[in-house]
Nanobody, 119 residues
């Protein structure tokens, strides 16, 4: 069982930055992948980025590449999403999720944190 708690959302002007945190608790971090997803009003859930816990491999959606950076802090069992050069289109509820690197299926989800970017 993996429990995830997001924090760090808020209201920011276009061009600004926010850092989201995802605190994870799990019996073992072996073979764990943690991803960030987002869902804007009236739209489906969209993949944003992911990181493998053991090796730290990262992957980004094209829409955020070069603006967002995902990282992890092993000591704090926390994954971060640094979001820079934010745009109004980045407005959404952001979720972190965890799964196994065996199949990259995300079965554990946090409650979400709202990010609103004003123009």
């Amino acid at each position: 069982q993996v429990q995830l708690v997001e924090s760090g959302g808020g209201l920011v002007q276009a061009g600004g930055s926010l850092r989201l945190s995802c605190a994870a608790s799990t019996p073992s971090f072996r073979n764990i992948v943690v991803g960030w997803f987002r869902q804007a009003p009236g739209k489906g859930r969209e993949f944003v980025s992911r990181i493998t816990w053991n090796i730290g491999d990262t992957y980004y959606a094209d829409s955020v590449k070069g603006r967002f950076a995902i990282s992890r802090d092993n000591a704090k069992n926390t994954v971060y999403l640094q979001m820079n050069s934010l745009k109004p289109d980045d407005t959404a509820v952001y979720y972190c999720a965890a799964g196994s690197t065996n199949n990259y299926i995300y079965v554990y989800w946090g409650q979400g944190t709202q990010v609103t970017v004003s123009s």
